[in-house]
């Protein structure tokens, strides 16, 4: 076992070059989409838009404009959270998922027969099907470089050291310099992910933002899929059991009927 | 606004729901047959049959609907067995797609077995083998073949809504009702498959009648369950506010709870309350699938 290892994005200094997104596609030899064909969003100059099984990073353009003059953009390369509790591994029913040593949550895709119950399991909208292999696919966190020593694709292809990748205790000491530093300059700066506390036991890649969690797409207070297993298996035990009895008191009450006619056989 | 709503949609359209409809009729049905089996007549013993029928050949189409689903139908194994570590079984209790997958196997097996002693008590298998099993299961072990193959039909008709809610997308996840609600659908369309099926099948009027006033019960509670579900999505109620509300409401409540409620009030025939019963069945899964599914991974706007 190595130690947990992740990455720390610190969204203030990403530029938006989409470096680590051609840095991943690249190692990973991840198709082009619509056969090499872009298609323009329309909206915004932000062009993958989403995450999924051909992009394992996606850099979001927040684009927070009022006017020509009066805006801001916020950049953030998103990524699998590599959840220490992680709702894909959990539901997962041919075990295609796994923990690995390095801590970090990798789906095989040989063993992967493409159900599809992680992509609606994960709170983040992380996983999605790979048409070319016809299983659900995502960001490794480069298993195949960690297991040589290297580190990732994307943190490595990154200019501004936006995206930084470690060992996890490592990381959020430097997360929480910067979050000071940040702060002393006035900026409202707070951590997503970063808390073993914190939702789904922590993130092993967290993030730095600068405005609420919502804005950049991510959900405030991600869950686990099963916390709704014992209310809802609950429920559906007890609409049995009413179904049942009504049933039941139904068929009883009938053969007493007919008892009272004469017997059945009479009807 | 829910964290729901930044999860991906998995893609489970028109297979998964033709699968929901499917495995709730016979899962129903196969409910229905053993509660007859166990406290019904020897007159009700046809439509048992009946019911043990539609159940097996339900589980069969719902194998299979499930296995083209995949993305890799010849994987589907893997679902059942380590595929790397054999013959190591795949199983886990708290994922409903994992303990789903051994519950269709187990549930197909039983109300085949079912059917089998059915229609060997009514001389219409001629294969030796087939027959020679179907044989086998008469009497008390026919009984309680029934009865494992009716409490493994209740669960398949409802661990599909909670499959539903052990998730993290909207609507589905948002509210603990959705096992319940399709429990109770299951359950009412496989009384109206009965009720239709029990018309050919030579079941006595009285015993058309007796289904379709428990029909009524089981509409009245999945009425129930269907506000409870609604009223538990809060303010996350506007996303029906789209077509897919509009088949819930009309479709759903109006054609497929209401106009057989009413139609049974009346006495009318039975067989097109029973008719109505399954179109609401099959529209209820189309409106809770496709108005999730319909929901885009959340957009970061301009100006937020
Ligand atoms: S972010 Fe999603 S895909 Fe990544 S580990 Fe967490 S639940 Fe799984
Ligand atoms: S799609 Fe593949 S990885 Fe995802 S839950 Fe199903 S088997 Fe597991």
Redesign the interface.
């Known amino acids: 076992m190595s130690e947990p290892m992740g990455f720390f994005t610190d969204t203030t200094v990403c530029i938006g070059c989409k470096a680590c997104e051609v840095a991943c596609k690249e190692w990973n030899q991840l198709p082009a989409e619509n056969g090499g064909v872009r298609e323009l969003s329309g909206d915004s100059y932000d062009n993958t ?4 099984g051909i992009h394992w990073r996606h850099v ?1 353009f ?5 006017g020509p003059y009066d ?1 801001r953009w916020l950049m953030m390369s998103d990524v699998c959270k590599h959840c220490v509790q992680a ?1 894909c591994l ?7 998922i796994i923990r690995t040593q390095f801590d970090t949550v990798v789906i ?1 895709s ?8 992680c ?11 790979n048409p070319v ?4 696919q995502k960001c490794t966190l480069c298993y195949d470089r960690l297991q040589v020593g290297l580190e990732p694709a994307c943190s490595k292809a990154c200019p501004t050291d936006s995206i930084q990748f470690g060992a996890i205790a490592e990381l959020r000491t430097r997360a929480e310099k910067r979050v000071a530093q940040l702060k002393s300059q006035g900026v409202a700066a707070e951590l997503y992910g970063a808390s073993p506390t914190g939702p789904l036991g922590g993130l092993n890649s967290f993030y730095l933002l600068v405005d609420k969690p ?10 686990l ?2 916390a ?2 014992a ?3 609950g ?6 059991a ?3 009895l ?3 008191v ?3 009450k ?2 007493m009927d ?1 008892q009272g006619r004469g017997g ?2 009479n ?1 | 606004m829910s964290d729901t709503f930044f999860s991906g949609a998995p893609h489970w359209t028109w297979l998964i729901i033709l699968y929901f409809f499917v495995g709730g009729i016979a899962g129903g049905a196969s409910f229905l047959a053993a509660v007859l089996d166990w406290f019904g007549g020897p007159e009700d013993r046809p439509v048992a049959r009946s019911g043990y029928n539609v159940a097996a050949v339900g589980a069969i189409v719902s194998g299979a609907l499930l296995t083209i689903d995949l993305g890799r139908p010849l994987r589907f194994w893997h679902m059942l067995f380590q595929s790397a570590n054999l013959p190591a079984v795949m199983f886990k209790g708290w994922s409903p797609i994992s303990f789903g997958a051994w519950a269709i196997l187990a549930f197909g097996l039983f109300s085949v077995l079912a059917a089998l002693g059915g229609m060997a008590e009514e001389g219409r298998l001629h294969n030796p083998t087939l027959r020679a099993v179907g044989g086998a299961v008469h009497g008390g072990l026919a009984k309680l073949v029934g009865a494992v193959a009716g409490l493994l039909g209740i669960f398949i008709a409802g661990y599909t809504g909670v499959l539903l809610s052990v998730t993290n997308r909207p609507i589905w996840a948002d509210g603990p009702w959705l096992g319940a609600l399709f429990l109770a659908s299951g359950v009412s369309t496989g009384t109206a498959a009965l009720i239709l099926l029990g018309r050919r099948r030579g079941a006595t009027e009285q015993a058309l009648a007796r289904l379709s006033a428990f029909d009524t019960k089981a509409l009245v509670v999945e009425l129930l369950v269907l506000v409870l579900f609604v009223a538990s999505l809060g303010s996350l109620n506007k996303v029906w506010v789209s077509f897919w509300g509009l088949i819930l409401l009309v479709g759903v409540v109006a054609f497929g709870i209401l106009a057989p409620l009413w139609l049974h009030l009346q006495r009318r025939p039975v067989a097109s309350a029973a008719r109505l019963v399954l179109l609401g069945g099959f529209l209820l899964r189309l409106a809770t699938i496709f108005a999730s599914e319909g929901i885009e991974r959340y957009r970061v706007t301009a100006g937020m």
């Open positions: 838009r989403k995450l999924d979001r927040i684009e927070q404009f009022k805006g709702g959990e539901v997962c029913p041919t075990g295609a095989q040989d063993v992967c027969n493409g159900c599809r119950a992509i609606a399991a994960c709170p983040f909208g992380v996983i999605d099907i292999s016809g299983t659900a919502e804005v950049y797409g991510l959900p405030r207070h991600p869950e899929p099963t709704n297993l209310k809802s298996g429920l559906s035990m007890a609409s049995a009413v179904l049942g009504l049933a039941i139904g068929l009883r009938r053969r007919e059945p056989g009807v």
